[in-house]
């Protein structure tokens, strides 16, 4: 049963406190990462052997356009209506993100001095997808339509394969959707392979797989460990950690409501973490119980429970104010204000991934339909993270220009500045241009 705590009578440490099993990863994926490397194609499909189940033997790694279409036709198959979903989801993660859009600017406001910013797109972003029974298709639209919109002209997207070599046909159709409704700015390729082995592909290349400039994407302990490791050599989105919820609530909310809110962030992972914070001791009591009563109908009722039992927890705050400053504390993923004018307390939020307005705005309208990005910092990193976005697949160059003559004006100040560092070098690359023009 989940725990009602009073704040006034918790420490920090129990504010915080999370039940996450550490499983240290890091020696079994730097072999991989290494093995990866060595031997390429070969070792990543002998990974796809070994952990997926695949035959091997005539296996290829991409995706052809004939067992694209094929698993479009089995999408509509077994999941009628979801691509007219999808396209309606896309279109509104395109109107948000097309306002995240930066454009190059220029400078020109002295005589001789010309200054500037040239925003250019990566040329090659990789999406690691889930596979199996974690197939997210929605994670495909939220993480290729940014880098669409940006202008990355090739989207190497690696999902792990099914036992037959096939993908879930749900993210070859949310991958199609993605490219419609970004028409004309980039393709989304699909290569079969899961796991550290394809995060080492995405990072350094293979015969088939080519190398990206940036890897986004959730996945298991594997997955961000190899991220972690292959960081430097590309960029990455973020090092992602188990779902968050935290609710903001007075006592007018309906116990069932926010139950079953928090129950959609603990049926992710057992160590998913689901808090309320309230200053009604009464709906404290309510909620309580409606969680016991909704985890039963629950189909990940034993994700769930571990969840609830370990990591979920109520606090009762003196007041909204304290609760709010509860919330900035531990800068949750996902900050539902459920409350009366919610726009009211907007300002105070610091420290959130994403927030969720008023008593209408479940988290899983951000997960799948809104627009707003899913893809979040978690473990406390949005004191300092932002959701993922457009700017996250694009690079800034700058440049500058001075003719001799504005040059000549500011040399004595830049040799002055250079002195007091001790780098004469410096001072000597300016000083020398202005004595050659007198």
């Known amino acids: 049963m989940i725990k009602i705590l009073n704040y006034a009578e918790l420490t920090a440490e129990e504010v915080f406190a999370r039940n996450e099993p550490t499983v240290n990863v890091a020696d079994a994926v730097s072999e991989i990462i290494k093995d ?25 790694l991409e995706l052809s356009e004939e067992e694209r279409d094929a698993a479009l036709t089995e999408n509509d198959r077994i999941n009628p209506g979801l691509a007219e979903i999808l396209a309606k989801a896309a279109s509104n993660i395109v109107r948000f993100h097309s306002k995240q859009v ?14 500037g910013q040239k925003v250019v797109p990566l040329e090659r972003a990789g999406l690691y997808v889930p596979g ?12 290729t339509i940014p880098a669409l919109i940006a202008g990355c002209a090739e989207i190497i997207m690696v999902t792990p394969p099914n036992a037959d070599g096939t993908v879930n046909p749900a993210i070859v159709a949310a991958a199609e959707a993605a490219e419609a409704a970004v028409p004309g700015k980039g393709h989304v390729r699909i290569f079969r392979t899961g796991g550290a082995q394809a995060i080492a592909a995405l990072a350094y290349g293979t015969e ?9 994407g959730p996945g298991n302990a594997f997955v ?4 972690h490791q292959v960081y430097g050599r590309v960029s990455i989105d973020m090092i992602a950690g188990p779902s968050e919820i935290l609710i903001v609530s007075d006592g007018k909310s309906d116990p069932a409501h926010l139950a079953a809110d928090m129950l959609s962030q603990a049926e992710h992972d057992k160590n998913a973490s689901a808090v309320l914070v309230t200053d009604s001791a009464e709906l404290a009591s309510s909620v309580q119980q409606q969680i016991e009563l909704q985890l039963s109908q629950l189909e990940r009722e034993e994700i769930a429970r571990v ?3 370990n990591n979920g927890k109520i606090i009762i705050a003196e007041d909204l104010e304290q609760a709010v400053e509860i919330a900035n504390t531990i800068a949750p993923e996902h900050l539902e204000l459920c409350i009366d004018s919610p726009f009211d307390w907007l300002g105070k939020v610091r420290h959130a991934g994403s927030i969720f307005m008023g008593r209408s705005c479940p988290e899983a309208l951000g997960d799948y339909f809104a627009g707003p990005n899913h893809t979040l910092p978690t473990g406390g990193t949005a004191r300092f993270s932002s959701p993922l976005s457009v700017d996250d697949f694009v690079k ?34 300016v000083q020398i241009r202005k004595e050659s023009a007198e």
Not at 36 to 60: S, T, W
Not at 224 to 227: P, Q, W
């Open 36 to 60: 990866v490397i060595a031997n390429g194609d070969e070792a990543v499909i002998r990974y796809a052997a070994k952990f997926d189940g695949i035959d091997p033997q005539g296996f290829r």
């Open 102 to 115: 930066r454009n190059s600017f220029i400078i020109n406001e002295t005589p001789g001095v010309i200054m």
């Open 132 to 143: 199996g029974t974690a197939a997210y298709p929605s994670t495909v639209l939220m993480d």
């Open 208 to 216: 088939t797989i080519p190398a990206v400039d940036k890897i986004v």
């Open 224 to 227: 961000a460990e190899a991220k």
């Open 307 to 309: 969840s609830i039992d």
């Open 396 to 429: 800034k160059m700058q440049y500058t220009y001075y003719t001799g003559e504005a040059l000549a004006e500011v040399a004595d100040d830049i040799a002055a500045f250079a002195a007091v560092e001790g780098l004469t070098g410096h001072a000597r690359s």
